[in-house]
């Protein structure tokens, strides 16, 4: 079974920084991508960044300068650390990850979500 395990949300002023982190289980399967979305009320669920199992990244343009994800390969963990937090980065943050399950394809997994509440 496929398990995604987050940590390190929390309530933070405007200005502060957290760091999340998201420890995958993947049995035998093979990592692609992980990352982070959130969704905030009212909004959908979208993109704040992502990183190849070789290192490439992606963030959303809200994010950019701010946020930084990063791996740890070994322990199959992906971190977030963010960085000069904004009111508008409220929401619940949920670990993704895109695995190669060889006879399945490729399949996407979820964490459970961790709320980020930054306060004016």
């Known amino acids: 079974q496929v398990q995604l395990v987050e940590s390190g949300g929390g309530l933070v002023q405007t200005g502060g920084s957290l760091r999340l982190s998201c420890a995958a289980s993947?049995?035998?399967?093979?990592?692609?991508?992980m990352g982070w979305y959130r969704e905030a009320p009212g909004k959908q669920r979208e993109l704040v960044a992502a990183?190849?199992?070789?290192?490439?990244?992606n963030y959303a343009d809200s994010v950019k300068g701010r946020f930084t994800i990063s791996t740890d390969n070994a322990k199959n963990t992906v971190y977030l650390q963010m960085n000069s937090l904004k009111p508008e980065d409220t929401a619940v943050y949920y670990c993704?990850?895109?695995?190669?399950?060889?006879?399945?394809?490729?399949?996407?997994?979820w964490g459970q979500g961790t709320q980020v509440t930054v306060s004016s």
């Open positions: 993704n990850t895109d695995l190669n399950t060889y006879l399945n394809g490729r399949k996407t997994y």
């Open positions: 993947v049995r035998s399967f093979s990592i692609i991508a």
């Open positions: 990183v190849t199992r070789d290192g490439r990244t």
